[in-house]
């Protein structure tokens, strides 16, 4: 066999065998380069595991996660549901409609799935439960909600992409992912909606209804965030990563002064776990420089990309093989180690095809995102299961009617480019 075949069958090996991804992608890239290379080349590992983080757009990811981590802990998602409460009121399905909002508006802060899936669970779960909700549905209508987090910005793999994909607007991806992301919470709210009224969840009357004004004044700071962050990256005033430092200057002054519910201890804290979590994405993305430089060295991208291009002239056929490669991917990868490993293959194939890169970043954010709830390998269930005391497969039924919902939704953006395409274009970004 040859080298990169080799590259390919040792990721393959090492991940089957439970090696964390980041190592698998560095060994996996040191095997290539000691098969098809001088032994010397070992001597750039170094040099490839620097130049993969030294890039000055990556800041903003560590700020985003501390972001998300601040404002789970300032008490913001209490104050969110509250206020949706208000809005919609006690009624069938009213707390299912309540949790999804709740998630798309999370997601406006934290840029994060799983922190938006932690963060509403812990509020949404008990009072779900309580109005006659059965656990597994509950836990599954949260973290399909927060995947919404992917695509609503700021979003911390689309700011990967904007990295991984060369020319590629960060501005531009995020406002393309802001109506995508609403349309994947609306197909959510259907069936969340529609299941809540046959089987008679939450008797009308089983709450009273919070005062909206009072409501909306304590929701407010938190409703406040994503105007801030999506206006001053409108106006010019900051550029995405200015942004994730705006976004967690006004996170403290929120949950420090405002909620008073973080001090300066708990504060430190945070920024612990922030650095941990960091930390986490920072060695897949280092190590994933040595796969990536060994795969462009040996043509094994290339090969694949040709590939993949033979399989078929017809680029519509070949998105739909696309998509389902992905979603089976996001089962059991996550986002960053989905873009790492498989944008060096897709971008001569979205080239080839003329697909548009915004357009294309967009729709594999919706597919990484149905991915997040569909097991075995989902990451917001994990979280959310975790928060019900509930096993995962008892989440497998509920799981498939959300990820039929988010599906419809992906065809739609892909059927029809100008959802994702138009609010970049009105704003004068780059597409």
Not at 409 to 421: H, Q, R
Request: glycine residues 10%; hydrophobic residues 60%.
């Amino acid at each position: 066999m040859s080298p990169d075949a080799w590259m390919i069958l040792a990721f393959a090996g090492l991940l089957i065998a439970g090696v964390p991804v980041a190592f698998s992608l560095g060994l996996s890239g040191a095997v290539g380069i000691v098969l098809a290379l001088p032994t010397t080349m070992l001597a750039t590992l170094g040099t490839n595991t620097y130049n993969s983080v030294a890039k000055y757009p990556l800041i903003a990811i560590p700020l985003f996660i501390l972001t998300g981590l601040i404002f789970e802990r300032a008490g913001v998602a209490a104050r969110l549901v509250r206020f949706a409460q208000a809005l919609i009121g006690p009624r069938h399905g009213g707390l299912a409609l309540v949790a999804v909002l709740v998630c798309m508006i999370m997601g406006g802060m934290s840029g994060s799935g799983p922190a938006d899936a932690a963060a509403v669970a812990m509020v949404m779960l008990p009072s779900m439960t309580r109005a006659g909700y059965p656990k597994p549905f509950s836990a599954t209508l949260i973290a399909a909600s927060a995947s919404t987090a992917i695509l609503i910005p700021p979003s911390v793999a689309l700011i990967l992409y904007s990295i991984v994909v060369p020319g590629v607007d960060l501005r531009a991806l995020f406002a393309a992912g802001l109506f995508p992301g609403m349309l994947a919470g609306a197909a959510l709210l259907v069936p969340a909606w529609w299941l809540s009224r046959r089987h008679r969840w939450e008797a009308p009357a089983s709450a009273a209804r919070p005062a909206l004004g009072e409501s909306f004044r304590q929701a407010l700071p938190a409703l406040f965030a994503p105007v801030l962050i999506l206006g001053g990256l409108r106006s010019g005033l900051f550029t995405p990563t200015e942004a994730a430092v705006v976004a967690v200057t006004y996170g403290v002054i929120v949950g420090v002064f405002l909620t008073r519910e973080l001090d300066w201890r708990a504060l430190w804290r945070l920024f612990g776990e922030a650095a941990v979590i960091t930390g986490v994405v920072m060695l897949i993305i280092a190590l994933a420089g040595i796969f990536a430089w060994a795969g462009t060295m040996l043509g094994t991208f290339r090969h694949l990309a040709e590939w993949i291009i033979a399989l078929s002239d017809n680029g519509a056929w070949l998105l739909v093989l696309i998509m389902l490669a992905v979603l089976l991917a996001g089962m059991v990868l996550d986002a960053i180690s989905i873009y790492l490993i498989m944008m060096p293959i897709l971008i001569p194939v979205m080239e080839h095809f003329g697909w548009h890169p915004v357009w294309f970043g967009i729709l594999l954010a919706m597919n990484i995102a149905i991915g997040q709830f569909t097991p075995p390998v989902a990451v917001n269930l994990m979280v959310t299961t975790e928060v019900a005391k509930i096993r995962l497969e008892q989440t497998v039924g509920w799981a498939l009617v959300f990820v039929v919902a988010m599906a419809a939704a992906l065809a739609l953006v892909a059927i029809f480019p100008s959802i994702a395409l138009w609010l970049p274009g009105l704003l004068g970004y780059n597409v």
